[in-house]
């Protein structure tokens, strides 16, 4: 069994950051990529922010710049830095780690909220 635990959402005044964090634990021998998502209401999850065991990172192009995704292989973890928040941000945010494993196996956590206030 896996479970991903998620940390750090909150509400916060536009401009202001934010660190998230997502913790793997349980049967798991390697994972390859760590993603963030997000979920705004009434709209569709999209990718956020991704990083490869090797440390490549891609974001959305509405993020670049501004987030910061990262990683810690001993410790299982997946972190999101978000800084210079705007309103549009807000949402719920997912992580989504994918196993180094034939077949890959994808495990998702439960969600943080992150409000962004005027």
């Known amino acids: 069994q896996v479970q991903l635990v998620e940390s750090g959402g909150g509400l916060v005044q536009a401009g202001g950051s934010l660190r998230l964090s997502c913790a793997a634990s349980?049967?798991?021998?390697?994972?390859?990529?760590m993603r963030w998502y997000r979920q705004a209401p009434g709209k569709q999850r999209d990718l956020v922010a991704a990083?490869?065991?090797?440390?490549?990172?891609n974001y959305a192009d509405s993020v670049k710049g501004r987030f910061t995704i990262s990683r810690d292989n001993a410790k299982n973890t997946v972190y999101l830095q978000m800084n210079s928040l705007k309103l549009e941000d807000t949402a719920v945010y997912y992580c989504?780690?994918?196993?180094?494993?034939?077949?890959?196996?994808?495990?998702w956590g439960q969600g943080t909220q992150v409000t962004v206030s005027s």
């Open positions: 349980g049967s798991i021998f390697s994972i390859k990529t």
């Open positions: 990083i490869t065991k090797g440390a490549s990172t």
């Open positions: 989504n780690i994918a196993t180094d494993t034939w077949p890959s196996y994808n495990y």
